[in-house]
């Protein structure tokens, strides 16, 4: 790449004195170098990796930041429509705000190219029509401050986002407006939007999501990870879990209001939403949901997908629990869905994991054995699981096997032949011991074992010699 070649020395803003030329002469020619770069052009861009340079000749349709650009925003306002911006590893404080230009912007991948929103605002921004087309690759767009600290805004264009991380934006994750975009292999986690949306927000745009994953992502109100009003909407095996909204709300994962839905081979694992759809909710429009699962998500009323008014067709499709606590509202089904009423430990049937409404404290485990108490035996309908009442020392289990003695024996499971109320298998016999009368009055020298010490040593003493109930009674 040529580089323009200066007609005077160009010195870094702000670290040099003035030259023979006069005061005057420098200012005007640090301000010319300062806006070139990218000063003063946006507040919000004030911090810059290194001082503004001059741009070399865009040769190659290539400008390379920091090293031909001091910052991504003034690479961007010198860019022809078409260029690349190619983003070196590094952190890159500041907003960028592209408006009816077509750019490529590429990064060393999301691990090591990070733009970081300063203050309120979105951290990158991109308006136009669908004539421009926006391609970003490689990047973290992350810290988005406030309410309108979006991580990034599509606003009536076209776009390709792949291999990125949108990550703790307080705005939402992204905002599309209109126009037509894909991501691909992009991480959505820890984005907050106290609106709908905690990931994605979409209003009448038709974007696709393939092989992305999001995760932790909250709104107050509408679709914890995506939230869509009109348009086109495909999700295609993606991860979608741990997502919710916060207040009596819907659609704890996704949330679409006259909206066209594909969701094929995603898996929505462990979405919550207060008051319906704890994975999905729908409200109008139309979905096809094909070899999709849904695990562990929660709400007061259809866990997995709940739909008002929508054309909803679920087909080859497993989701967790009976298919009244799964779904809400009107669907059809194609063939191959399976209700899993065993998914992940769940014994009530009601689409959560017996492990999560333990640990969240919704229902009791007092034996400690990580079943639900109402999915253990018990056997005397006390309310208590027969194994607590045993550890507790409320009633024993002589013989081990799971069930309180006393039921055992009145139900007739276990004998009890000295009625001591110890199962007779738990009272290992011993060799009966041979009595004999004294030889005056003896009749014959047959044995005659005693009944009770047959049953263990001293049985026969503690019993009493007779065949009375239980001792007390």
Known sequence: MKRIAPTSTVRHFGTHAATSAGIGTFLLAAVFIAMRGGFFTRGANAEFIRPAVAFDALDDGVIDVPTEASSIQAAADFANNGATIRIAPGTYVGAVVVDGKSLTITGAGSDVTVVRGFGRGAVLSFSGSAEQRISVTGISVVGGRGETGTGMIFDG????????HIAGNQGGGVVMRDGLGTFS????????????????????????????TFRHNISATFGGALYSKGGNVSILACTVEDNSTRSGAWGGAVFGENTTFELHGTDFTRNRSIESGGAVYLLGGIADVSRCTFTGNF????????????GVRIASSR???????????????????????????????????????IAMGWISDRDGNSVPDSCDPDCNSNGLPDGYEVSAGFAQDMNA?????????????????????IPDDAQMPVVAPTVTTPAATQSNTVPVPDPFDAWGPGMSSRMGGSMGGFPGQ
């Open 157 to 164: 264009v076209s776009f390709d986002v792949r291999d990125s």
């Open 299 to 310: 709400s007061d009323e259809a866990r997995s997908l709940f739909s008002r008014g929508a």
């Open 319 to 357: 989701l967790c629990g009976a298919e009244a606590f799964a779904l809400g509202g009107d669907f059809a089904f194609g063939d191959g869905n399976v209700f899993d009423t065993s998914c992940f430990g769940d014994c009530n049937q009601n689409g959560v994991s017996d492990e999560e409404e």
């Open 401 to 421: 096997n799971g069930l309180i003695d006393i039921w055992e024996i009145r139900s007739g499971l276990a004998l009890d032949v000295d009625n001591d109320w």
């Open 185 to 212: 292999g992009c991480k959505f986690d820890d984005n907050r939007s106290e609106k709908s949306g905690g990931a994605v927000s979409n209003e009448g745009g038709s974007p696709s999501f393939v092989a992305c």
